[in-house]
Nanobody
Framework: EVQLVESGGGSVQAGGSLRLSCAAS????????IGWFRQAPGKEREGLSCISRSEGSTYYADSVKGRFTISTNKAKNTVYLEMNSLKPEDTAVYYC???????????????WGKGTLVIVSS
């Protein structure tokens, strides 16, 4: 059974940084595309960044390109999202998700974590 557990959310002032972690179990990283999504109140869920370890490729949404970095630690089965230069509009619940494919995908994910809340104050 695939399980994804996010952590690392919290409150931070604008311009600050946070690192989110997603502990994954029940699957092999190289067989999945893994990524980070977020949903702010009243807004649609947005795909932020995804990674395919088997392809060695990454995707970043324009809204976070240059500020956020996705990475993985295969030994720990963990995916990270390093978030820098945070803005109030980054306030949202952040989710980790996975899709059963070795290719780079950042939509129609198969499995989801429960999310972690990030609040950025001005």
């Amino acid at each position: 059974e695939v399980q994804l557990v996010e952590s690392g959310g919290g409150s931070v002032q604008a311009g600050g940084s946070l690192r989110l972690s997603c502990a994954a179990s029940g699957f092999t990283f190289d067989d999945y595309a893994i990524g980070w999504f977020r949903q702010a109140p009243g807004k649609e869920r947005e795909g932020l960044s995804c990674i395919s370890r088997s392809e060695g490729s990454t995707y970043y949404a324009d809204s976070v390109k240059g500020r956020f970095t996705i990475s993985t630690n295969k030994a720990k089965n963990t995916v990270y999202l390093e978030m820098n230069s945070l803005k109030p509009e980054d306030t949202a619940v952040y989710y980790c998700a996975a899709k059963r494919t070795g290719s780079l995908y950042c939509y129609n994910m198969d499995d989801w974590g429960k999310g972690t809340l990030v609040i950025v104050s001005s």
